[in-house]
């Protein structure tokens, strides 16, 4: 949560993988007012250019006004004479030159924001721990708002307070330096109390080390209720570099500088600077501008190394602008800096040539505009009771992922989200005489956009060929009855029965003779007839021929075929 007003925290929740609350923080904010900036300016203001000044006394000194100019006899625009001669004291302006001066004060507010108080609960199967936090800035009698003291106090019935004094607290040794270098935030004193009792004080006395660097001279401490303090000296060169630094247990480190004295070439520890001889350190580190100078100055540290055994001794080499090269610990062991192209560090090698460490640096690339997704969903193959989709997708980075979603019954709205599919092509299970609806939801992996289509079945069940064969019926002398068998198809017929002319068995009469499945012909029992059926589906319009002779019993029951055989009937 968020303090609306000066738009910091003002509680943090901390919760376990089950959602449990594991602690709060809750956070109070100073609301003082107070205004952060003032400042004066001039400006011109172009529509005061035809105006004159006239100067004015009040009480203390003086003030002007801006008056319009008057037309004297020469049609001229002058300065306001008159309001000058009737105003003793006043003073006119003869110039235009002034008139667009304009004074402004400005001004900037705001809340002080800093945190007054802090407390914590964390929640444990034996009860709850309450920690407050409380911050100090009250020191009204120091024109400063730092903070000077913070409280924490918990259920244990323990209050740590740790007070802070800064340089205008002047209650340090060379406070006042500091505050001439305007570094008034440096912490230079600490106090530490247990439930009111001292624990340890800290201080810093400085000393100015040239005219542009006042720095710790030395380093206090008195911890609990003892009157010794125990004290870290320190000395510098003469440009604000460390020397050496002296410890209360009598250990003492040195610290040797080089290129142009900016870079530390050495730290020794165990031995004063007086019992070090430096040598041409500075003068080799100021000529190091290649691997062979640099392997020159390397030998000189390590010959520093070598003349001080007793001393811990730390050395470095550098490429100046770029980082350290180099660096050989106490034990004698060096590591290797490399870097690449761009001055970053590349690898850390030892003196074998082996990678210790390596170092890559990824960075994001610069924002790319995709355009928008485009989706479609084409169709597939299909069958009785399957349909299949695949998804037609374009545009956006390239990098998809699909959901296909079910409809819920024949809805092209509700859709069902259990199990849905994840390829480009979804194969639907559906009666070939149902409406299905699938949806295919489309994500960009790199853009997040996300569109979605939807798209019904339209697979037709296959039916089987159509069957058709013409068997006869009743028949005597002069009349022949053919009907129709047909099977297959969707079910669903229309017939159209024509009789042969004549004898012949492919010329057929035009006209239907009938639209049954059957057809009754009229012909002599001396002779016979060639009749045509043509069935069709009129679901699939597949359409089937079948070609029959009359079959009628012979006149007398003799019969035969009195004028011969047909030459075009397959069955004779």
């Known amino acids: 949560m968020i303090d609306s007003e000066v738009g910091k925290q003002s509680e943090v929740n901390v919760y376990d993988d089950q959602d449990?609350?594991?602690?709060?923080?809750?956070?109070?904010?100073?609301?003082?007012?107070?205004?952060?900036?003032?400042?004066?300016?001039?400006?011109?203001?172009?529509?005061?250019?035809?105006?004159?000044?006239?100067?004015?006394?009040?009480?203390?000194?003086?003030?002007?006004?801006?008056?319009?100019?008057?037309?004297?006899?020469?049609?001229?625009?002058?300065?306001?004479?008159?309001?000058?001669?009737?105003?003793?004291?006043?003073?006119?302006?003869?110039?235009?030159?002034?008139?667009?001066?304009?004074?402004?004060?400005?001004?900037?507010?705001?809340?002080?924001?800093?945190?007054?108080?802090?407390?914590?609960?964390?929640?444990?199967?034996?009860?709850?721990?309450?920690?407050?936090?409380?911050?100090?800035?009250?020191?009204t009698a120091i024109d400063h708002l730092l903070r000077t003291s913070v409280t924490t106090s918990s259920d244990t019935n323990e209050t740590v307070t740790v007070t802070n004094h800064y340089p205008k607290d002047n209650n340090v040794t060379g406070a006042h330096l500091l505050e001439q270098k305007n570094r008034l935030a440096e912490v230079v004193k600490t106090e530490t109390f247990i439930n009111s009792e001292h624990a340890m004080t800290r201080e810093q006395d400085y000393i100015s080390i040239n005219a542009n660097v006042v720095a710790a001279n030395t380093i206090s401490t008195i911890k609990g209720t003892a009157l010794a303090e125990e004290q870290i000296q320190l000395t510098y060169y003469s440009n604000g570099n460390i020397k050496e630094v002296f410890r209360p247990n009598g250990s003492q480190s040195t610290f040797i500088w080089?290129?142009?004295?900016?870079?530390?070439l050495a730290r020794l520890d165990g031995?004063?600077?007086?019992?070090?001889?430096?040598?041409?350190?500075?003068?080799?580190?100021?000529?190091?501008?290649?691997?062979?100078?640099?392997?020159?100055?390397?030998?000189?540290?390590?010959?520093?190394?070598?003349?001080?055994?007793?001393?811990?001794?730390?050395?470095?080499?550098?490429?100046?602008?770029?980082?350290?090269?180099?660096?050989?610990?106490?034990?004698?062991?060096?590591?290797?800096?490399n870097y690449d192209q761009f001055n970053r560090l590349e690898n850390i090698k030892d003196e074998d040539g082996n990678v210790i460490s390596t170092f890559n640096y990824n960075y994001a690339q610069e924002a790319v505009v995709y355009d928008p997704l485009n989706v479609g969903i084409d169709y597939g193959s299909d069958d009785t009771d399957h349909q299949w989709f695949t998804a037609n997708v374009s545009d956006g980075s390239g990098d998809y992922s699909y959901a296909w979603f079910e409809g819920i019954g024949s809805s092209s709205t509700d859709f069902d989200a259990n199990d849905p599919g994840t390829a480009d092509t979804?194969?639907?299970?559906?009666?070939?005489?149902?409406?299905?609806?699938?949806?295919?939801?489309?994500?960009?992996?790199?853009?997040?956009?996300?569109?979605?289509?939807?798209?019904?079945?339209?697979?037709?069940?296959?039916?089987?060929?159509?069957?058709?064969?013409?068997?006869?019926?009743?028949?005597?002398?002069?009349?022949?009855?053919?009907?129709?068998?047909?099977?297959?198809?969707?079910?669903?017929?229309?017939?159209?029965?024509?009789?042969?002319?004549?004898?012949?068995?492919?010329?057929?009469?035009?006209?239907?003779?009938?639209?049954?499945?059957?057809?009754?012909?009229?012909?002599?029992?001396?002779?016979?007839?060639?009749?045509?059926?043509?069935?069709?589906?009129?679901?699939t319009g597949e359409s089937v021929v079948k070609v029959t002779k009359s079959n009628n019993s012979p006149c007398s029951g003799g019969g035969g075929n009195p004028i011969g055989p047909d030459p075009f009937d397959p069955e004779q």
């Open 20 to 139: 449990q609350t594991l602690s709060k923080q809750s956070f109070t904010y100073g609301q003082h007012s107070f205004y952060l900036n003032k400042g004066i300016y001039i400006e011109r203001a172009g529509e005061l250019a035809l105006k004159f000044p006239v100067i004015k006394p009040v009480a203390g000194g003086y003030t002007y006004d801006l008056h319009d100019p008057v037309i004297d006899g020469n049609f001229k625009a002058v300065y306001p004479q008159n309001i000058c001669n009737n105003n003793p004291g006043y003073t006119c302006l003869t110039t235009q030159d002034y008139s667009t001066l304009r004074f402004w004060i400005t001004s900037a507010g705001g809340k002080v924001g800093t945190t007054v108080s802090m407390e914590r609960i964390d929640y444990f199967d034996t009860g709850d721990v309450v920690t407050t936090t409380t911050y100090d800035y009250s020191d």
């Open 258 to 264: 080089g290129y142009d004295s900016m870079l530390l």
């Open 271 to 337: 031995i004063a600077y007086a019992d070090i001889g430096p040598g041409n350190l500075q003068f080799l580190s100021n000529n190091d501008i290649d691997a062979t100078s640099e392997q020159t100055l390397r030998n000189a540290l390590n010959g520093l190394r070598t003349a001080h055994p007793s001393a811990q001794v730390t050395t470095f080499t550098y490429d100046p602008l770029i980082g350290v090269s180099s660096i050989t610990d106490p034990i004698n062991f060096t590591s290797f800096y």
């Open 426 to 539: 979804y194969q639907l299970m559906v009666d070939c005489s149902t409406t299905k609806y699938v949806k295919l939801v489309v994500t960009d992996n790199i853009t997040g956009e996300v569109t979605e289509q939807t798209k019904v079945n339209t697979n037709t069940c296959p039916y089987p060929a159509l069957t058709v064969n013409v068997t006869y019926g009743t028949h005597n002398d002069n009349s022949q009855n053919f009907t129709s068998n047909v099977s297959g198809g969707s079910g669903n017929y229309s017939y159209s029965w024509h009789k042969g002319v004549n004898l012949s068995s492919f010329a057929f009469e035009v006209d239907a003779t009938s639209t049954l499945p059957n057809c009754l012909v009229i012909v002599s029992c001396t002779t016979y007839k060639w009749v045509k059926l043509v069935v069709t589906d009129t679901v």
